[in-house]
């Protein structure tokens, strides 16, 4: 399914984000997160041809027979996304965690526009940002730095599901389920986007008579 355009969004958001002040959202930020930022605890990266390594790891992630597999090669493919060979872009990063620890979102996303700038086809930097914009209730610049996510690594399960998660806010199911369903193309084994799917697609699409 090809990507949603910016122009799209840029006019659909105005009077989404009217919508979403009138109407509580099903999702909490905390799920959405959940989907967008790393686990804890990564395992080291293999050694190999980062995009080939990760082809590799994307073609097991959607055969893996049960949730535990699954798992054990999404964090692999978190690892790979994180790495970076830039000192630089490394202690910024840190710096990102400590700021969120202490709840300043502005100064995350100061240092995260610092390491765009530096390193612009560092996914994670793009989707770090993405989340803390998300964290803010700023959906728009959300989305559009998501779309930055998705144009360098349109597989980004994190960055779809996480689109998903705001789409829903907004109250566009439509939108929401199309995210959802791009990311359990990538990862079909992605925790509870499966469920959300069938709601979504009972709600949007009806039931099958």
């Known amino acids: 399914m090809p990507p949603m355009s910016t122009r799209f969004w840029a006019a659909l958001l105005p009077a989404a984000l009217a919508a ?13 997160r ?21 082809d590799r790891l994307f073609d097991a992630l959607r055969a893996a ?27 910024l990063m840190s710096r990102v965690k400590t700021a969120v620890d202490a709840k300043d979102l502005d100064l995350g996303i100061k240092l995260l526009s610092a390491v765009i700038e530096i390193k612009p ?15 803010k ?13 998705l144009k360098r690594e349109p597989r980004h399960f994190g960055a779809l599901s996480g689109l998903g998660m705001i789409f829903q806010e907004l109250g566009d199911d439509k939108s929401a389920l199309e995210a959802f369903r791009r990311a359990l193309a990538v990862h079909p084994h992605l925790e509870r986007i499966p469920e959300l799917v069938k709601q979504l697609t009972e709600k ?6």
């Open 20 to 32: 979403a002040m009138l109407l509580p959202g099903p999702a909490s930020a905390q799920t959405a």
């Open 34 to 54: 959940r989907f967008m930022e790393p686990p804890g605890n990564l395992p080291n990266l293999q050694r190999g041809d980062k995009a080939m390594s990760l």
């Open 65 to 91: 027979p049960d949730n535990e597999s699954a798992k054990y090669v999404e964090n692999r493919i978190w690892s790979m996304w994180l790495a970076t060979d830039s000192d630089t872009t490394t202690l």
């Open 121 to 135: 086809d560092y996914v994670e930097a793009w989707n770090r940002r993405a989340t803390l914009y998300y964290m």
């Open 137 to 149: 209730k700023d959906y728009e610049h959300s989305i559009a730095d998501i779309e930055q996510v």
């Open 204 to 209: 949007v699409e009806g039931r099958e008579i």
